[in-house]
């Protein structure tokens, strides 16, 4: 399997695929449940972030379990979704945005698979934070289907799980970031130290906290996502079958020095 989803806030289920089976993977991390599914005769995988009933706050999800199923299962390319506050005027509520660079505001997560002793010192280049390939891919598709996504758009990640105050967003605005949300760190992280191309479409579900005329609520956020779900369903869509068998990004060039292979559940984690 090449391909997989992370669906955000709003995103639960893996519509576009048939066939559909779900899949347990154990890692030293604890155990990833995703959907695996065929999609143009290809099988594409769908792991929805806050699980099925979204039971999982922001600083709860498995990043490290979600990302090394991921790699289990010898998935390539990522493409995550997630629900953000917008800072930058541009945009705007039921806008989408390929993100290209992030701000780490979180504060108790893990942010790595690298921690010395076995598996090394390893300091990750975050140069290209997103795989530009897949963004290319993404914007052309929506262009193509009359879309408006926007170009580029630095995500502040915030630790959660409440919204940000006024004054936290004038310093992340002053600091450069457009949108705002709570999940993408360390996800994206993850995904590059093990190699894998991830890129993220970002959907505007409010202006941000003293932006916005009124206060922010987390059903406002499911509100807006389940109103634009099926514009990023269809973006997803068109862009799966365009992304080419070969890698043509620096994404899969870090030195993923960890042995990523199958374990079973029972076994002793290391
Ligand atoms: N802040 C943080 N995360 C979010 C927001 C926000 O305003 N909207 C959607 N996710």
Not at 132 to 152: I, N, Q, T, W, Y
Not at 171 to 194: C, H, Y
Not at 216 to 245: D, F, G, Y
Request: net charge neutral; glycine share 10%.
């Amino acid at each position: 399997m090449r391909i997989a989803i992370i669906g955000g806030s709003g995103i639960y289920e893996p519509g576009i695929l048939s066939q559909v089976r779900e899949e347990r993977v154990v890692t030293p991390y604890g155990i990833a449940v995703l959907k695996v599914g065929t999609y143009q005769g290809e099988e594409i995988g769908f792991m929805p972030r806050h699980g099925e009933q979204h039971t999982l706050p922001p600083h709860r999800v498995n990043y490290q379990a979600n990302i090394w199923a991921l790699k289990t299962l010898k998935v390539e390319r990522v493409i995550a979704t997630g629900a953000v506050g917008a800072l930058n005027p541009r945009f705007e509520p039921g806008h989408l945005v390929i993100v290209d660079d992030f701000l780490d505001f979180t504060k108790r997560r893990t942010y790595t698979f690298f921690e010395g002793g076995e598996t090394g010192v390893v300091h990750t280049d975050f140069s290209i934070p997103y795989c530009p390939e897949l963004r290319r891919l993404l914007l052309e598709a929506a262009r193509e289907l009359g879309m408006v996504a926007h170009d580029g758009g630095v995500y502040a990640c915030t630790e959660g799980p409440r919204f940000e105050t006024p004054a936290e967003i004038r310093m992340i605005r002053q600091l450069g970031g457009d949108l705002v949300g709570m999940t993408n760190v360390p996800e994206v992280v993850l995904a590059r130290e093990l190699g894998l191309c991830y890129s993220l479409v970002a959907m505007v579900t409010n202006m941000a906290a003293g932006i916005a005329k009124h206060t922010l609520s987390h059903e406002e956020v499911l509100q807006v996502m389940a109103a634009n779900r099926e514009k990023l369903r269809r973006l997803i869509m068109h862009t799966l079958p365009r992304i080419p068998k070969k890698r043509d990004c620096p994404c899969s060039h870090t030195p993923a020095r960890v042995e990523v292979r199958p374990r079973w559940e029972g076994e002793r984690q290391p």
